[in-house]
């Protein structure tokens, strides 16, 4: 299994920044993909933003050139991904979850519990 932890959100005024981290442990060498997910209250969950073991990233459009997905894999038993935000907009107020995927799965398995990130206008 792997368990993902998400830290980092929190309150900001428009155009600031906030910088989320999702620490990955268990059994993280299956691990292919990391992704940045979010959901505000009466939408659907959106895709933000992912990254690949080999480092490859895609973003969503609506963040595209505002928030940067990074891997931290200098540990032995815990990865870290980020994402930083900036350029912060009222509408990226949602909860932001990370979640994982494994080799030979395509779906995101193991997700985070999410942490709330609130952008003021």
């Known amino acids: 299994q792997v368990q993902t932890v998400e830290s980092g959100g929190g309150l900001a005024q428009t155009g600031g920044s906030l910088r989320l981290s999702c620490e990955t442990s268990?059994?993280?060498?299956?691990?292919?993909?990391v992704g940045w997910f979010r959901q505000a209250p009466g939408n659907e969950r959106q895709q933000v933003a992912i990254i690949r073991r080999g480092g490859s990233t895609k973003y969503a459009d609506f963040v595209e050139g505002r928030f940067t997905i990074s891997r931290d894999t200098a540990k032995d038993t815990v990865d870290t991904v980020y994402l930083q935000m900036n350029s912060l907009k009222p509408e990226d107020t949602a909860v932001y979850y990370c979640?994982?995927?494994?080799?030979?799965?395509?779906?995101?398995?193991?997700w985070g519990q999410g942490t709330q990130v609130t952008v003021s206008s």
């Open positions: 979640a994982v995927s494994e080799y030979g799965s395509n779906q995101f398995y193991y």
């Open positions: 268990g059994r993280i060498s299956n691990v292919y993909v």
